[in-house]
């Protein structure tokens, strides 16, 4: 089986700064457009945003979507018309929403004197018009050190959230020269890799801090990391999907 592999390098992505947000689009997004770049499977967004001290989204709609927001330093203030006031998500914290039928939320930096930065990653569902949905949870980073921990699944007893939608996704957090494999759940998947520091080689592919890489046709992926904590964020999701 020979693999198929795309790479985003990280200052190929659409770029936009609006003064209290500044991101990082690897997928056609608001004012970026690339026909190329639509989206990986199921996989529609990764965002990569710093936003200024106490600014945010205002209230705003979403449908039949499911979000995910990671946040890698700072604190999401979130709410939302499903009687979540005030939620904080911290770093450490995975937040998912199922926007189903439809959903109004608003999020802001919940801290006035720093940035916060965070991932905003959506995926098609594979169920739509769901009853909306909120959760969050608060994972152990020590429980991903040097090897890959499951941060969202389609399963509600599995750890980290679920999602509406035959997809995985993995932290983790590895030193220099560690060695990994992953081994896709469904043969059916690809994998979208995202660098959020450090340098990785994957299949003789050599990615540094906020690159992409999509895998397909393929059932495990080996990884070797070149630098002391080195992050990265795996991605599995359905290559065909309704």
């Known amino acids: ?13 659409g770029n936009a700064d609006y003064g209290w947000l500044k991101t990082s689009y690897t997928f056609s997004f608001a004012n970026y457009f690339n026909q190329e770049r639509i989206n990986f499977g199921a996989l529609r967004v990764l965002n990569d945003d710093i936003i200024s001290g106490g600014m945010g989204f205002d209230t705003h709609p979403h449908r039949n979507m499911e979000i995910i927001s990671i946040p890698l ?45 965070l991932l905003q990653i959506w995926v098609f569902p594979n169920k739509k018009n769901v009853a909306p949905r909120y959760d969050q949870t608060t994972l152990k980073e020590e429980d991903r050190k040097n090897k890959f921990q499951q941060i969202v699944s389609p399963n509600k007893e599995d750890e980290g959230v679920w999602i509406h939608q035959n997809a995985w996704f993995h932290l983790g957090i590895f030193e220099t020269d560690s060695e990994t494999t992953y081994s896709l759940k469904d043969k059916k998947n690809g994998l979208y890799i ?49």
């Not at 937040?95 to 039928?101: D, E, K, L, R, Y």
């Not at 450090?198 to 690159?211: A, F, S």
């Not at 999509?214 to 999907?241: H, Q, R, W």
């Open 1 to 13: 089986m020979k693999k198929n592999i795309i790479i985003h390098k990280a200052e190929s992505r």
């Open 73 to 117: 330093k700072g604190e999401i203030r979130h709410k939302d018309n499903m009687s979540n006031e005030a939620e904080v998500i911290k770093s450490g914290d995975i937040q998912v929403m199922s926007a189903g039928t439809g959903i109004t939320h608003s999020e802001f930096n919940n801290k006035k004197e720093e940035d916060l930065k």
């Open 194 to 242: 995202f660098v959020i520091s450090g340098k990785v080689q994957i299949e003789n592919q050599i990615l540094n801090q906020r690159d992409g890489m999509g895998i397909t046709d393929f059932e495990t992926a080996d990884f070797k990391f070149l630098e002391n904590n080195s992050e990265v964020l795996l991605m599995e999701v359905p290559m065909d999907f309704e």
